[in-house]
């Protein structure tokens, strides 16, 4: 199988195709060790198609995870124009005949690159119908396909024949889907890369880069919002949805988290693909692509590596911006094993700060003698603030909020907005007694990126039991679909006891299985 030569730069904008190319060569494989009835190597390689491998210097997110990354992307692109649009109050200009006519050859490269996968009859309507899904939309599709993966599994497992048949239809519907979501997505860039242009000739480069750096950081921020929003919903772990934002981005399977000391190398542009195109063609700029780089994909960039790497970095301009086939993006690191012996190593990841000693339950392995009266010598508002920003001059970790009980302390929101304005991840230890919807919410619009709920058994007698209070469970339990419900990360805490241990993969399950309904 090749790729075929297009009018678009096959490094860049045609990675999603080399993807599923790469993907429906291991499919055919399977479908070979079906008819040999190998149902067990064939089980293997079908999970590593549709989820996806990261292990040693592979990454590759499967189709599961480029279905993802693609949704995101597509709401990213249109939000940020608008976005845009909105800060300067003016009208999206009229790039409709450009727009056609360098999407049909973007459209025109993907269906000769993608006959051998899915046919459809009629591209056009792609774009025709309704192109930003609501997340409700994604969910339902999303579970959709993976309701049928699971049947497929069963197929398999119980050594099937009707599995090569149900295999080879849902790669064919995800991969439809898959492509569906990427002509979105191209549309969606060649248009703000074709708006930015007539902004700049309309009200001058100048004003044009002042209003992006003013809000180039909501670009970034917004993305991440939107990504989040289904792959948390539909249960994503967190260590996938790294895999998924880092690997569909690179040519070549060689991303090694562990070593990332030094640079990334962005390879899968898409605006990459579209401007340099576009540019010759049009005769844009080089400083409008740089503004378009600089602030639509580096922004994201920086937004989404700041959420899935588990270490403080600081990520610099491009060294060569989008130039002979690379854009490298330059990232300091706090710490990594490569820069063991640098002094940096020390800086601190996370933070935990007890901000009160006052609690309403009476756990029986409370650490700090937690009481039902806050301490005397608590830190004020104004002191809480001062102790922020001296963790900002020398980290920026994720700062984690606990106790006692935090939402005990009325100005538990103020700090929270402080932290996250300053730019810290701010994190919440709590017991969930005290967050419902009202509070849940409140907490989200204060800033918080995490918060942790204790919950020591699946069975609520237990749980109470441990953290004297009867009722406790109920409400930790509740605190979790509340926060869940307003997209609020959530981490289950567990201590382990004598009383627990044999738990674990129950309390997982349950975990794991809290919905927001």
């Given amino acids: 199988m090749r790729i075929a ?16 190319l790469e993907r429906k060569r291991n499919l055919d494989t399977a479908l070979k060790m079906l008819r040999t009835e190998d149902f067990d190597s064939a089980t293997r390689l079908s999970a590593q198609i549709f989820y996806g491998v990261s292990s040693g210097k592979q990454a590759d997110p499967g189709m599961t995870g480029s279905l993802l990354y693609h949704m995101a992307m597509v709401t990213k692109m249109s939000s940020e124009t608008s976005m845009l649009l909105n800060e300067l109050q003016v009208d999206l200009p009229d790039v409709s005949a450009n727009l056609g006519r360098f999407y049909g050859d973007f459209e025109a490269d993907a269906k000769e690159l ?6 459809f009859d009629s591209w056009k309507t792609v774009i025709s119908d309704k192109s930003n899904l609501s997340s409700e939309e994604k969910i339902s599709l999303f579970s959709e396909l993976t309701q049928k993966f699971k049947a497929l599994e069963n197929l398999l497992k119980r050594k099937n024949p009707a599995a090569s048949t149900a295999l080879e239809n849902l790669f064919n519907e995800w991969a439809g889907q898959i492509i569906r979501m990427r002509l979105i997505q191209e549309y969606e860039t060649i248009k703000g890369l074709l708006t930015l242009s007539e902004l700049a000739k309309t009200i001058g480069l100048d004003n044009l880069q002042k209003t992006m750096n003013k809000i180039k950081d909501t670009f970034g921020k917004e993305t991440v919002n939107i990504a ?24 070549n399977y060689t991303m090694d988290i562990e070593k990332l000391d030094g640079h990334m190398e962005f390879l899968n542009c898409p605006i990459y693909g579209s401007h340099t195109y576009i540019m010759k063609d049009l005769g844009i700029s080089d400083e409008v692509a740089a503004l378009f780089c600089t602030n639509f994909c580096f922004a994201h960039a920086k937004a989404m590596l700041d959420t899935v790497l588990h270490f403080p970095f600081t990520l610099w301009h491009p060294k060569r911006m989008a130039t002979n086939g690379v854009c490298e993006f330059y990232l300091k690191l706090a710490y990594s094993p490569a820069a063991a012996s640098n002094s940096e190593r020390f800086v601190p990841l996370v933070m935990s700060w007890n901000v009160t000693r006052e609690c309403n339950l009476k756990c029986s392995h409370c650490y700090i003698n937690a009481a039902e009266k806050k301490l005397e010598n608590e830190l004020t508002t104004q002191e809480g603030k001062r102790l922020i920003d001296q963790i900002c001059q020398v980290s920026s970790p994720l700062l984690i909020l606990s106790g006692g009980e935090p939402l005990l302390r009325p100005d538990i929101y103020e700090l929270i907005s402080y932290g996250s304005k300053k730019g810290l991840k701010m994190g919440l230890g709590s017991n969930g007694s005290l967050i419902d919807q009202e509070a849940a919410k409140k907490l989200k619009d204060a800033g918080i990126a995490t918060i942790s709920i204790s919950l020591d058994s699946h069975i609520p007698e237990q749980h109470d039991d441990f953290r004297g209070v009867e009722g406790s469970w109920d409400k930790a339990v509740q605190a979790i679909k509340a926060l869940r419900k307003n997209n609020v990360l959530v981490q289950v805490n567990t201590t382990l006891t004598q ?4 738990q674990i993969d129950d309390i997982m399950s349950f975990a794991e299985g809290t919905k927001t309904s």
Avoid: P
């Fill in 114 to 119: 993608t006959k051998d996968i899915v046919k």
């Fill in 228 to 251: 989040l929003d289904v792959t948390l919903k539909v249960g994503m772990r967190r260590e996938k949805l790294q895999s998924i934002m880092l690997s569909d981005h690179f040519i």
């Fill in 499 to 502: 009383q627990n241990y044999n």
């Fill in 5 to 20: 030569i297009t009018k678009y730069d096959n490094r860049h904008c045609h990675k999603w195709a080399q993807l599923l």
